[in-house]
């Protein structure tokens, strides 16, 4: 590939998807910022990731593009796609204010205004980045308009949009794995196999030390995090849906030349499966070799203490049962006689 399709890749490849990792967390105990921060610089890295890679795609595809037309298109995307999502925010949010304990109502609302915010920043006439609009809409929504769905349609709300992220997820993976491999016999060797490993490698590296070259940064704004923070937050970087979903796109663009389209879908597509399968898998021992979890061996004693005291008292508990229920029977058969 060429630079312009090297800058493609690696708009695209530094998108990250840490859903699983941070439900993982979650089931581990550890702080609750560690999950808050992978799972916001997941929001605004896959924005920014977008606008890159759509200013990146034209270039390959052959289109002139000079420098301040490179910016004015970057700004666009970068603050149009945001002040679109707040505009369809601040509109949902009355429109769920007015509705009251109305779940399907409710439920397709933010469906509805997610889809035709999306449809909306990614027209030709407006062209905005439709991802960073979809962020901003999302964040809104959790800080002030969550409390215009009711708590009756809560749980419904939540359903549908756990059934929706399913389906995608599943069908983008689908459609990727039969496209690469229907491919793979055309682009994968031993080449190319060699090159995944040492990319994959590479990308690690070249993570953490980012992270580390931007901690002091980092720690003047927000929570304060150390390397353990930076070495998490590089392991648990998984590339998923978006990366395969923006690979589709460059394979089905005619305009970019055909060895580039098959390299950036075999390369994304293989380091979506490794991040997946070896760091998905390892991320609850790497959690625990740093020291992150909340379940120190002070706190396990103690825990096992407790469930002691319980056991003990609800075996004493259900011998006192048992004794009222044999001298309740004794009374009644004497009362009886």
């Known amino acids: 590939m060429g630079w312009n399709g090297c800058v493609l890749f690696g708009a695209i490849i530094s998108a990250t998807d840490p859903v699983a990792v941070v439900a993982l967390l979650k089931e581990l105990g550890t702080s609750k910022r560690i999950g808050t921060l992978i799972e916001g610089e997941s929001l605004l890295n896959d924005g920014t990731a977008m606008v890159i890679f759509m200013i990146a795609l034209e270039m390959v595809a052959g289109e002139n593009i000079t420098y301040p037309e490179m910016g004015r298109k970057f700004v666009q995307l970068s603050f149009g796609g945001p002040l679109l999502g707040l505009l369809s925010a601040v509109i949902l949010v009355l429109w769920l204010s007015r509705v009251h304990n109305k779940p399907v109502l409710e439920a397709n609302l933010t469906v509805t205004f997610a889809y035709i915010t999306f449809y909306i920043a990614e027209r030709p006439e407006v062209h905005v980045s439709g991802i960073l609009a979809l962020v901003v809409l999302g964040l ?198």
Request: proline content about 2%; overall charge positive; hydrophobic content about 50%.
């Open 140 to 337: 809104f929504m959790a800080r002030a308009g969550k409390t215009r769905i009711s708590a009756e349609s809560e749980h419904v709300v939540h359903s549908v949009w756990q059934s929706i992220g399913f389906s995608a997820e599943t069908i983008i993976f689908c459609l990727s794995g039969l496209m690469i491999g229907a491919r793979a016999s055309e682009v994968l060797d031993w080449a190319s196999l060699g090159k995944i490993i040492v990319l994959y490698v590479l990308l690690h590296i070249i993570r953490f030390t980012l992270l580390m070259m931007f901690l002091p940064l980092m720690n003047c704004f927000g929570y304060p995090i150390d390397w353990k923070h930076c070495a998490l937050m590089t392991w648990g970087a998984l590339r998923g849906a978006l990366a395969l979903f923006l690979a589709l796109i460059v394979e089905r663009n005619q305009k970019v030349e055909k060895k580039t389209r098959e390299l950036i879908l075999l390369y994304c597509s293989a380091i979506a499966m490794l991040t997946l399968v070896v760091n998905g898998t390892t991320t609850g021992a790497v959690v625990e070799r740093l020291g992150l979890s909340k379940e120190t061996p002070t706190s396990k004693k103690f825990m096992y203490m407790f469930v002691q005291q319980v056991k003990a008292h609800s075996r004493k508990r259900q011998a006192q049962l048992i004794n009222n229920q044999i001298n309740s029977s004794i009374g009644l058969i004497i009362d009886q006689d």
